[in-house]
């Protein structure tokens, strides 16, 4: 099912429930359905080089101007006197806990794991095809500075001239970091089951720089004596279970936040076997150890986080002030509309395809980009087009065509968004954690 991003029109629709299941025209779509079709291929016509890497028009009216950024990366610290001391706790608690018993000495690993990461689908990001990437792995490199080895021999680590070498698996958030920390967008997950043998909350969780603060964590034992650990996570968002208390896997476990030694909003995923070894989940040529991952994800794992269109090019204020997105989705004549484009890993050697549909399906603007000449975990992109009163009003579509899928969303020229809801009529009271259906009629394509 080709699944379509929610506008921000519709966003304050995903606050009410943690799961939704929208009927849109008599049409029933599950509001995680991120489904995605596949794209066509076209051959490359004029040349123009917008600055942000090349933009190659194909067919219609060119974009008239273009912007790009490269996401911040966010890094840690953990020194090792502090690792030492959260292993030191996190086993006279084990051992209190009696929960060591429920592995046997010398068991082989038993635990796989799921995404430790979520969207709550609330807030700006609610429709997002995918809110997190994946910025930073350890380091198996034990030399430093600048002494890099990640488990598929990469440099997709890093390590400092004090002697910190990264013991973790990072995942950032994108698109609007700070945003979302602050609208509790991106869930932190338990990545498989397990008892709770420690937690850290209280601590401060808007840095920008390393130091030596305190994070807040959730540390998880699972049944065959490994451990994971969740860090940085946001203050007073860590789940209400306490220690000795169990989760099961995809459980909620805090927000991604900014605690501790960070320079901003990510999860450090930091994982030790039952004799206290660090792990690397991830299997490769630079890490002979099987996948601790049920299903591993790729080194690069190439796809579009978010389609918007807005009024404005997207904001990054600085750290940690919470990004401006600048979404609109209704447009009056003489009015400029920027369509905006969150990637996750765009190789150099990879070209998107983006389309602008007019209300009859024709095209109205397309063209291609290249990826940017450095790889990131996470990149933007955004075009703009001024539209004049001759042409159609009605529901336009923008569309991106990336890694042969599709992703599109919707917009509205001289016909105003609206959204009326069938059912609840109003009035309704539901509990936190139930499920329930909402339907209604809209004129942005029925998402």
Partial sequence: MMAEKRSAFLAG??????????TSAGMAVAAQDQGVEAGAATSKTALEDRGDGVTRVLEGVPPEGSSSEPIWVPKDTLTEAERAEILAQNERIIRLL??????????????????????????????????????????HDPEYPDKLLDWACGTRTYDSTGGYNHRG????????????????????????????????????????????????????????????????????SLTSKGIGDT????????????????????????????????????????????????????????????????????????????EVPHIKDSLAPGETIYFTIYYRDFLPSQESRQT????????????????????????????????????????????VEFEGQTYRTHFNFRDPTYLNVQDPAGGASWARGQTHAIRWTDNLGGN
């Fill in 169 to 236: 698996s990072d995942y950032s958030v994108w698109p609007f970091p700070w945003l979302s920390m602050d609208e509790g967008a991106a869930q932190v997950v338990a990545a498989a089951p397990g008892t709770i043998v420690n937690k850290k909350d209280g601590n401060f969780d808007r840095h920008c720089a390393m130091g030596d603060a305190q994070w807040n964590a959730v540390y998880v034992l699972h049944a065959d004596g490994s451990q994971a650990w969740y860090g940085h996570l946001k203050e007073n």
């Fill in 356 to 399: 602008v549909y007019r209300p009859d399906g024709t095209v109205y603007s397309r063209w291609t980009a290249q990826g940017p000449d450095s790889i990131w975990p996470g990149f933007r992109s955004s075009w703009w087009l001024t539209f004049n009163a001759d042409l159609p009003a009605g529901t336009w579509r923008f569309e």
């Fill in 98 to 139: 009696g929960a060591r018993s429920m592995a046997s000495s010398g068991s082989p690993q038993k635990v796989t794991f799921g995404w430790p990461l979520r969207s709550s689908g609330r807030g700006t990001t609610g429709g997002a095809y995918s809110i997190d990437t994946t910025s930073q792995y350890v380091d």
């Fill in 247 to 322: 989760v099961a896997a995809g459980e909620y476990l805090g927000i991604v936040g900014s605690s501790g030694s960070s320079t901003g909003p990510h999860l450090h995923f930091e994982v030790w076997d039952e004799y206290l070894k660090l792990v690397d989940p991830y299997h490769g040529d630079c890490n002979s150890a099987p996948t601790w991952w049920a299903s591993q994800p790729a080194y690069y794992d190439s796809r579009v986080n978010m389609v918007m269109t807005g009024d404005a090019v997207p904001e990054t204020p600085a750290c940690p002030n919470p």
């Fill in 13 to 22: 629709i995903g606050m009410l429930v943690a799961t939704v299941l929208m």
